[in-house]
């Protein structure tokens, strides 16, 4: 059969030596690689005792922004829906009433705001399409969970907390001593 690459090599069948079947020396090779590693730097870090240093252009978890009041910024326009290349957003938009003033920032609201992070390829576009300031990637993992569910992230997830109302709990989602 004709091979598809170039890669394959013949397989030695020669009977093996004493020595050989003795494995020593291999062992020996193996254990001297396995203590070289000891004195060398180590890539890996003990998170999450320790964390790297992100990268100034990092982009990680989604937040949906505030005012300075508190109030809502996101208008449920749908601009980021459909800038995301994975068709990772959903919304459902619903009308400010006259006692909701103080909660939302525009006449119209995201009344339900979901991202599949299973989709998100974290690319930033629903950022940059964004014309209220509204949704920013935050330098936050996403984290690890165990069901497809718990991946949906709906708006208690993604909501920054109040700075009026939450001021700790904003300064610590933000890594500010309180
Ligand atoms: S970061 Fe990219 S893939 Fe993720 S939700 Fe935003 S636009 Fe979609
Ligand atoms: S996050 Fe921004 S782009 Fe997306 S629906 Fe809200 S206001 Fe529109």
Redesign the pocket.
Known sequence: MQPLTNKAQAVSRKPMTFLERLYLINIIKGMVITFSHMFKKQPTIHYPEQKREFSPVFRGLHV?NRDEEGKE?????????V?CPAEA?T?EAAERTEDELHLYR?EKY?AK?EINMLRCIFCGL?EE???????YLSETFAPANYTRKGFIYGKPDLLIPNPKTEAAALAMAKGVEA
């Open positions: 949906l910024r996101c208008t449920a326009c749908g601009l980021c829906a800038a957003i919304m525009e995201a705001y629903c399409a964004c014309p209220k300031d509204a949704i």
